[in-house]
């Protein structure tokens, strides 16, 4: 795979592939044959990956450094680009329905996830965890990070469906009650006017989580946490 379209393919063959003793990186040996260019990131799985997996791979590399990705899943790699996941389908033997990454945002029970259908997310500012005062009334405060999404359906007109979302806030606000907290969508990602979405939610001790359940994602492209 190039750019993620495939090159070429070649069966191995039934039998068991020896390992090689050295495992060389940008080079064809370790004295020559160099890569000319540069190596951003490296992801290393121990099985081949499926046709969705290899999606979203793109998808995030396509959002955090700029490459080449055959299908547009993600709209805002320019403002939006750290901890990119994502859920979606392309068959039902090929299913991703809960994604977390790198960030604290875990989106999943999807209710009408079918072929073809994505939901992708990424932060403006993954190691923020400040508060900003950006809210409409009667919350006084929001996480200053904020998310973007793009939703791509696959033909039956209805997304991914509802969706639980669990913000892993790490004991960041004093209180630990789910009616306090709640989702702001909003338009231009100035949250002063956002759509204010509450409950229902349910806040767990343990995991130090707040977990919103079957949210239906509207057509504002921002998300945050007040």
Not at 9 to 37: C, E, K, Q
Not at 52 to 65: L, T, V
Not at 173 to 181: A, E, H, I, K, L
Not at 188 to 195: H, K, P, Q, R, V
């Amino acid at each position: 795979f190039v750019d993620g379209v495939s090159v070429g393919s070649l069966d191995a063959g039934p039998g068991l592939l020896a390992g090689p003793t050295a495992l060389f990186i940008g080079s064809a040996r370790s004295t020559l044959g160099f890569w000319t260019g540069d190596l951003l990131e490296i992801v290393a799985y121990d099985r081949e990956l499926r046709g969705i997996e290899r999606n979203m791979i793109q998808a995030y590399f396509s959002a955090r450094y700029g490459t080449p990705s055959p299908r547009a899943l993600f709209a805002f790699g320019a403002t939006h680009s750290g901890d990119v996941a994502g859920i979606g389908q392309e068959t039902t033997a090929e299913r991703t329905p809960e994604a977390e990454g790198a960030g604290i945002l875990r989106v999943s029970a999807p209710s009408a996830l079918s072929d073809g259908d994505y939901l992708l997310w990424g932060t403006d500012k993954p190691a923020d965890f400040s508060l900003s005062p950006d809210v409409p009334l009667p919350f006084p405060q929001r996480l200053t990070r904020t998310w973007a999404y793009t939703l791509t359906d696959g033909g039956r007109g209805d997304g991914v469906g509802r969706v639980n979302l669990r913000f892993r806030v790490g004991g960041l606000f004093v209180s630990t009650s789910p009616d306090d907290f709640a989702l702001l969508f909003d338009e231009d990602g100035t949250f002063a006017d956002a759509e204010v979405r509450t409950g229902p939610s349910s806040y767990d001790p343990t995991l130090d989580t707040i977990e919103f359940t079957s949210v239906s994602l509207p057509a504002a492209r921002f998300l945050a946490l007040a």
